[in-house]
């Protein structure tokens, strides 16, 4: 067992392009979270997956940003037409079961120059 | 009202002194309570879960909880300068956890 992985772990990318992020979650965990954080700030909400499904979203998550779990194993977070207010650290965390803690991956840095 | 308030600080202590976090929380029916401590540039680490009314020590760590007053605090009993980090109070929500702002620690030599 090797933690949550994220790659990259700093992205910079310019304003209007395209980013896709990746989480490798604790393989016995059937859930799975993303999560941005800013400086100074908790993180923030974003969506969650059981195994497969998607089963919320934050209102957070404009249409820009849309995720997946395909098989349940690893999620990619993906932004379209970045935009500078989208620079953040974007944060996977898994855990097995809705009372538990999560176990957070190392992060990826987003920059929107 | 936030859901998870924390004092932002910065909460300074000398080391060997106890350090005292807290944060409350607006869900009355909030299940599960988290400490998460944060350095700085780095990814939140669970530090101790508290799921029922009292205290819960692990290690140098106390975390309690008193769900009629919507209260959880984290005493750091002997802090050390490694101790310094951000703290983050967390509570479960329907399908997702709640973060506080975070208080950040310093613990002075």
């Known amino acids: 067992d090797t933690g949550v992985s994220q790659d990259p772990r700093h992205k910079i990318t310019k304003r209007g392009q395209n980013v896709t992020f990746r989480c490798d979650p604790i393989?016995?965990?059937?859930?799975l979270y993303w999560y941005r954080q800013t400086l100074g700030q908790g993180p923030e909400f974003l969506t969650y997956f059981q195994n497969e499904a998607q089963l919320e979203k934050s209102r957070l998550l404009s249409d820009r940003f849309s995720a997946e779990r395909p098989k349940g194993s690893f999620s990619t977070l993906e932004i379209q037409r970045t935009e500078q207010g989208d620079s953040a650290m974007y944060l996977c965390?898994?855990?097995?079961?809705?009372?538990?803690?999560?176990?957070f991956g190392s992060g990826t840095r987003l920059t929107v120059v | 009202q936030k859901e998870v308030e924390q004092n932002s600080g910065p909460l300074s202590v000398p080391e060997g002194a106890i350090a005292s976090l807290n944060c409350t929380y607006s869900?009355?029916?909030?299940?599960?309570f988290f400490w998460y401590r944060q350095y700085s540039g780095k990814s939140p680490e669970l530090i101790m879960s508290?799921?029922?009314?009292g205290d819960k020590e692990d290690g140098r760590f106390t975390a309690q909880l008193n769900k009629a007053s919507q209260y959880v605090s984290l005493l750091i009993r002997d802090s050390q300068p490694s101790d310094s980090a951000t703290y983050l109070c967390?509570?479960?929500?329907?399908?997702?956890?709640?973060f506080g702002a975070g208080t950040r620690l310093t613990v002075k030599p």
């Open positions: 508290i799921y029922s009314n």
């Open positions: 393989s016995e965990h059937n859930r």
């Open positions: 869900d009355r029916g909030s299940q599960s």
């Open positions: 965390a898994s855990n097995g079961g809705a009372n538990y803690g999560y176990t």
């Open positions: 967390a509570v479960n929500g329907n399908n997702d956890m709640r």
